[in-house]
């Protein structure tokens, strides 16, 4: 055996630097789905209304917000900056959404379209809160191929208990239970995802489906149009087989901030565009597909067209190319269709954090 000799010049003896986080990483898209479904292999959470988001935290705390669109949503969450320091071990990148909460902790979604106006000078009326969904790095090592129930527990034990950044917990395999649960609550959308699926960042994956409890659609804002009585009404439009295609119009936002930010953004869109297929209004000012506009409705048309749509948010952290037409996918083959009574319901995972009020406007 070998001793040490204390004389002796230190060794220079230096461990390589970690890999780097990834530079961006396009979110995985979920495929609608036309009803709630119990299945043992897959697990429901509630799809929260916010803003999609990944949360790159780096090995010094740092902190760095991407859009959906692969843009920099940073600078308008400046209070997310110390993130963290709210969780456990870094670096890493989680996959959520951004929300700005109502005073019962329900995601409030035509907030936060203003919270995106108001950027960080916002930050004290409309806090916001990132709850996290998913882990796709974590210690150096990309998690991307990793079952999503391997996933999850590594999320779990991230995530502390905070306000700032939540990981609301997740129930296997009751998804028609969790579905009248989330209703009752006025929730608008489950996520159902299979336990042993992988993460398919950029891509629609079969593996996740969104449950719609509320009839809603993303649409581009296809061109604005000015009405008599300073009123005004926003175009909308989905891509239908690769063509925008007019889906209705509906009347713009009622906050005069969202109004001036959306005609400002709008003035340098309107360069030698045309109408949507399908649209015979001449009198609108048509766009080039940059924002995006949440809506509810009362169902479709027989020609494709929302019945009654409603304005809740418009916004430009929505990548419109997913502004797509398309038809739910029914329940998958592995699901149990039949409705049954639970023993017992687990309560929603909306922690006491949650639920605090947000100062008043």
Do not use: K
């Not at 209004?281 to 027989?302: E, I, M, S, Y």
């Amino acid at each position: 055996m070998r001793h040490r000799d204390d004389r002796a010049e230190p060794l220079p003896l230096q461990l390589p630097a970690p890999p780097p986080l990834p530079g961006r990483i396009a979110p995985e898209v979920a495929v609608p789905c036309s009803a709630p479904f119990d299945g043992e292999r897959w697990r429901f959470s509630i799809d929260w209304d916010g803003s999609r988001a990944l949360l790159f935290v780096g090995a010094g705390g740092d902190v760095h917000l991407q859009s959906e669109r692969l843009a920099d949503l940073t600078p308008r969450f400046p209070e997310l900056l110390g993130a963290g320091a709210a969780l456990r071990g870094s670096p890493m990148v989680l996959d959520g959404v951004v929300a700005v909460l109502d005073p019962r902790g329900r995601p409030d979604l035509e907030s936060l379209g203003l919270r995106l106006v108001l950027g960080g000078d916002g930050a004290d009326q409309l806090p916001a809160v990132f709850l996290a969904a998913d882990v796709l790095h974590v210690a150096g090592a990309s998690t991307l191929s990793w079952p999503l129930d391997r996933r999850l527990a590594t999320l779990s034990e991230c995530v502390g208990e905070g306000a700032m950044v939540q990981a609301p917990d997740h129930v296997e395999g009751r998804g028609l239970a969790f579905a009248d649960a989330a209703a009752e609550r006025g929730l608008t959308a489950l996520l159902a995802r299979r336990g042993d699926a992988p993460y398919r960042p950029g891509m629609a994956s079969p593996d996740r489906l969104h449950v719609a409890l509320r009839q809603r659609a993303v649409c581009v804002v296809a061109g604005i149009e000015e009405l008599p009585d300073e009123r005004w009404e926003i175009v909308l439009a989905e891509y239908v087989a690769g063509t925008l295609t007019f889906s209705g119009t509906v009347a713009g936002p009622r906050h005069d901030a969202v109004h001036r930010w959306l005609l400002a953004g709008a003035s340098g869109l309107g360069a030698h565009v045309s109408a949507p297929a399908g649209s015979d209004d001449v009198g609108a000012r048509w766009l080039r597909p940059a924002f995006a506009a949440t809506v509810a409705h009362h169902g479709r048309l027989p020609n494709g067209r929302l019945r009654d749509p409603t304005l809740i948010a418009v916004r430009d952290d929505v990548d419109v190319a997913w502004c797509v037409r398309r038809e739910a996918v029914p329940p998958p083959d592995d699901s149990v269709r039949g409705r049954f009574a639970p023993t017992v319901l687990m309560p929603l995972p909306l922690g006491d954090a949650a639920l605090s009020p947000r100062p008043a406007r």
